[in-house]
C-alpha cells in the first residue's frame, strides 16, 4: 500500500483540525480495536471534512451509501437541518447491527434511516431528491451507483466518492487489481460526464467532490 499523503502531513493535519465528538471518536475506537478492515474508516480528518461540508451544505436529505460502522453518517449528519434525514445503505448485517447501536445513542438519531441490504435495489425505492450523496461501498459498483442517483440529485447538490485514489494502485503505470481498474474507471467515467463538475481532493485515500450542474 502506497503512502499517499505524508504521514507527517496527516499528524499535523489532525493536530489542527477540530477534534471528534466522544461518540464518533468512540466509533473510530471501537472499529480500530475490533474490526478487521479498520482502514476502511474515514478517520479524524475526513470524518471532520465531511461534517464541515455538511454543516456548510445545511442538507435536507443526504443518501450514504455504504455505512460500515457508522463513522462518516454521524459526521455528515451534523450538518442536517431541522427536520433533515440522513439515510444510509449497508449490506453487511453485523456492520449495520454495530452502526445502529451506535446511532441509536445519537443526537441524531431519529434523522438517520439505516437500511440493510443491496444498495443498487434499495435506492430506487427511496423517493427523495438527494442535497449529498456519500458513494463509500464495493468499488466495482461505483460507476452504477453514481449513474443511479445523478438524476436523483438536486441541482447544485454535491456527490463525494471515497478511495478514488485507492491506496495509491490508481497512480501505477500498470493498474492490475480488480479494484484499482474499476475506482480508475470511475474516475474516468466522472470526468467524461458533461452533467457535473468535479475536484479530486487528495484528502486520506482520496476523495472526488462533484457537483450536480
Known amino acids: 500500500m502506497m503512502e499517499i499523503v505524508s504521514s507527517l502531513a496527516e ?13 464518533i471518536a468512540e466509533v473510530a475506537a471501537y472499529t480500530m480495536q475490533t474490526h478487521s478492515n479498520a482502514h476502511m474508516l474515514s478517520g479524524h480528518v475526513q470524518g ?8 456548510l ?13 457508522g463513522y462518516s453518517a454521524l459526521c455528515l449528519a451534523q450538518g442536517l437541518e431541522e427536520g433533515g ?8 448485517e453485523e456492520d449495520a447491527n454495530i452502526a445502529k447501536g451506535f446511532f441509536e445513542r445519537s443526537l441524531a438519531k431519529d434523522k438517520i434511516k439505516l437500511h440493510l441490504g443491496d444498495a443498487k435495489t434499495i435506492i430506487p425505492t ?5 442535497d449529498i450523496v456519500f458513494i463509500d461501498a464495493d468499488k466495482t459498483g461505483y460507476v452504477e451507483y453514481f449513474d443511479l442517483v445523478v438524476p436523483l440529485v438536486k441541482q447544485n447538490g454535491l456527490i463525494i466518492a471515497d478511495n478514488v485514489l485507492f491506496h495509491g494502485e490508481v497512480l501505477l503505470e500498470t493498474i492490475s487489481g480488480k479494484n484499482a481498474k474499476a475506482i480508475d474507471t470511475f474516475n474516468a467515467h466522472v470526468k467524461n460526464d458533461d452533467r457535473v463538475e468535479q475536484v479530486l481532493a487528495t484528502v486520506r485515500d482520496g476523495l472526488m467532490l462533484i457537483r450536480k450542474k
Do not use: V
Not at 451544505?57 to 460502522?69: D, F, M, Q, R, S
Not at 427511496?126 to 438527494?130: K, Y
Open 11 to 23: 499528524a499535523y493535519a489532525k493536530e489542527y483540525t477540530s477534534p471528534e465528538d466522544d461518540l
Open 48 to 55: 471532520r471534512f465531511l461534517s464541515l461540508l455538511s454543516k
Open 85 to 92: 434525514e440522513l439515510h444510509t445503505l449497508e449490506l453487511r
Open 57 to 69: 451544505l445545511k442538507p435536507k436529505c443526504i443518501l450514504e451509501i455504504g455505512t460500515y460502522t
Open 126 to 130: 427511496l423517493d427523495q431528491t438527494w
